[in-house]
């Protein structure tokens, strides 16, 4: 019997519980399936065009925290055994540098997300991500909505 192979694994990353699940599940998968897995944290640059005086020391600051998060998750990868990780930073809209540019850069064939944690009124009005995502990418996703037990994953920050 054949088995589906991913080789090319994207998991984006916001610093959420969800997107932490989701590189943690991505981990796994790219070990089971000796593929490269790659991080991504986009920053969305419209948020900051609303700003009277656009301040780049602001978009500094987000870059530098994402490039905290995302070095801690390449070395919790390669602690766990995944030496083909990477990472980027992109800038523009999540939705689209998520679901086609990245996947087509890469030959991504599996998009691993969190599930988002826009309740049904947010996502009406501000559209999911991760919803968006699935619809419209070009390879297979993956939602992750539970934890590394497969129990319905339950944020502890969100629930103190």
């Known amino acids: 019997m054949l088995q589906?192979?991913?080789?090319?694994?994207?998991?984006?990353?916001?610093?959420?519980?969800?997107?932490e699940l989701a590189f943690k599940k991505?981990?796994?998968?790219?070990?089971r399936n000796n593929a490269s897995l790659h991080l991504v944290h986009v920053v969305d640059t419209r948020a900051f065009q609303n700003i009277s005086s656009f301040d780049t020391?602001?978009?500094?600051?987000?870059?530098?925290?994402a490039k905290e998060t995302l070095d801690k998750y390449i070395e919790d990868a390669k602690k766990a055994g995944?030496?083909?990780?990477?990472?980027?930073?992109?800038y523009g809209a999540p939705k689209t540098v998520i679901a086609r540019d990245i996947?087509?850069?890469l030959n991504i064939d599996l998009i691993m997300i969190g599930a988002t944690g826009l309740n049904a009124?947010?996502?009406?009005?501000?559209?999911?991500?991760?919803?968006?995502?699935?619809?419209?990418?070009?390879?297979?996703?993956?939602?992750?909505?539970?934890?590394?037990?497969?129990?319905?994953?339950?944020?502890?920050?969100?629930?103190v």
């Open 26 to 31: 991505g981990v796994a998968v790219a070990i």
């Open 57 to 65: 020391s602001m978009v500094e600051q987000v870059t530098d925290t």
């Open 103 to 105: 996947p087509q850069n």
């Open 82 to 90: 995944l030496n083909d990780v990477d990472y980027s930073i992109e």
């Open 121 to 159: 009124v947010e996502r009406l009005l501000i559209g999911s991500v991760t919803e968006y995502v699935t619809r419209t990418a070009v390879c297979d996703v993956l939602v992750v909505r539970t934890d590394l037990d497969n129990k319905p994953a339950v944020n502890p920050s969100k629930h």
């Open 4 to 19: 589906q192979q991913y080789k090319q694994i994207l998991v984006p990353v916001d610093g959420s519980y969800e997107a």
